[in-house]
């Protein structure tokens, strides 16, 4: 089991960038792939960005595939997500994730979940 705590979110406007940070206790950090997930009000979390435990493998959802770049510092264990040209339609809580083993965009196969953070992007 891991402990996930997220960071990083805030207020930004339309075209900002931000940077989330997701910091794990544990020892066996690398062994874990994350993902980044969001959750916009009245709607069902989803996948955001993924990375394997090396970091070797990375890939996103088509609609932040260019402006968002996940990556990890195993050294740190730590997970971020680089959030460009942001847009209204990002707002959301962001979570980050982990699961033993292989990277998914399926949700319900992380096995341990961050707090959130809120990311709001204003027009």
């Known amino acids: 089991q891991v402990q996930l705590v997220e960071s990083g979110g805030g207020l930004v406007q339309a075209g900002d960038s931000l940077r989330l940070s997701c910091a794990a206790s544990?020892?066996?950090?690398?062994?874990?792939?994350l993902g980044w997930f969001c959750q916009a009000p009245g709607k069902e979390r989803e996948f955001v960005a993924g990375i394997s435990g090396s970091g070797g493998n990375t890939w996103y959802a088509g609609s932040v595939k260019g402006r968002f770049t996940i990556s990890r510092d195993n050294a740190k264990n730590t997970v971020y997500l680089q959030m460009n040209s942001l847009k209204p339609e990002d707002t959301a809580v962001y979570y980050c994730?982990?699961?033993?083993?292989?990277?998914?965009?399926?949700?319900?196969?992380?096995?341990?979940w961050g707090q959130g953070t809120q990311v709001t992007v204003s027009s």
């Open positions: 544990g020892r066996t950090f690398s062994r874990y792939a």
């Open positions: 994730a982990a699961k033993i083993g292989g990277p998914t965009g399926a949700t319900s196969l992380y096995t341990d």
